[in-house]
């Protein structure tokens, strides 16, 4: 159980569920009640600080997860000469140092503030209170957004898409897949052709999967930054990617163990056994377990992105309605 390949997904589990954990409820929440934000200046920054924390990690797992497989499958000799667990132990911990880093200026200019006018006294309503980067510090988080966009996405994006090229045209040009103790291990009783098309189909559903979940949230952030006169069709583009690209925030923390984990065989022979064993221990145990809000759309009243997806918040405005895990298969 403990290798290199097991570190990293669990680093991978930890983020994703931190995502789900931190990030869902909020985000949940916000859609039955957009508005005024309940839980404190406190909250606001820990919710905040974490979400970018685990976005970045994720990413930054799965480039460090690309580069060992790249060089596992297709530098086996000069990988085994360097590859141990300790060095896998440091990758993962620089990854998360990196994430911790990279993401405190959320945790620094996340406000709690008044974000509406009343047109009809000209003072800010009370029920506009949101958790999200007050248009001020536009500048200050232009550079981060840029930052953030290339580093996490861009860079990760190229990385992963050249390294699996190369792996796709190993694997293509080989006559069976690659079977040793650092590459997960294909059954032994399987087709090689046929172990070598799962995995390339793997490869390409890793590729897809990434660029669909993290292209629109980058987008619809950069959006918020560039676009000066917001048009009625600029905003109707903005709040449809802002709420696709939330969804496909999400879809990201979930779709990791589907394509790193349930394609594996060994995995789904280790999950049932597991099963299995949880289903007699609660049948020998004997034990039964049993286990209105209004939605307001706020989003034409500010920078079209709350401080859940990181988006900035623009100045006030006036109210205008009430409205690869296991190579193996």
Known sequence: MHTATNYYLVSLAVSDLMTLIIAWPSELYSIWEAYPWRFGKEFCVLKSYIQEITAYASVLTITAFTMERYA????????????????????????????????????????????????????????????????????KMRYMFQVSAFVFFLLPMTIILVMYLLIGITLCRSDMVLDNKSIAKSSTAADPVKSRKSVLKMLVAVVIAFFLCWAPFHSQRLMTLYVELWTPELHNTQTT?????????????????ILYNLMSKRFRQAFKRTLCKCC?????????LFGNGTHKDFS???????????????????IKDASLADMSV
């Open 280 to 288: 007699k221990k609660e049948s020998s145990s004997d034990v039964n």
């Open 241 to 257: 990617l802002f709420y696709i690209s939330g969804v496909l925030y999400f879809v990201s923390a979930t779709v990791n163990p």
């Open 300 to 318: 034409s009243h500010y920078a079209y992105g709350r401080i859940s997806r990181h988006g900035i918040i623009h100045q006030s405005t006036t």
């Open 72 to 139: 596992a499958i297709c530098h086996p000799m000069r990988f085994q000469s360097f590859s141990n667990l300790s060095r896998s132990i440091k990758v993962i911990i620089t990854v998360w140092i990196v994430a911790f880093c990279c993401a405190l200026p959320y945790a620094l200019y996340g406000k709690v503030f008044y974000a509406v006018i009343d047109p009809n006294t000209g003072q800010l309503l009370e029920n506009s209170l949101v958790c999200n980067i007050p248009y001020e510090l536009h500048d």
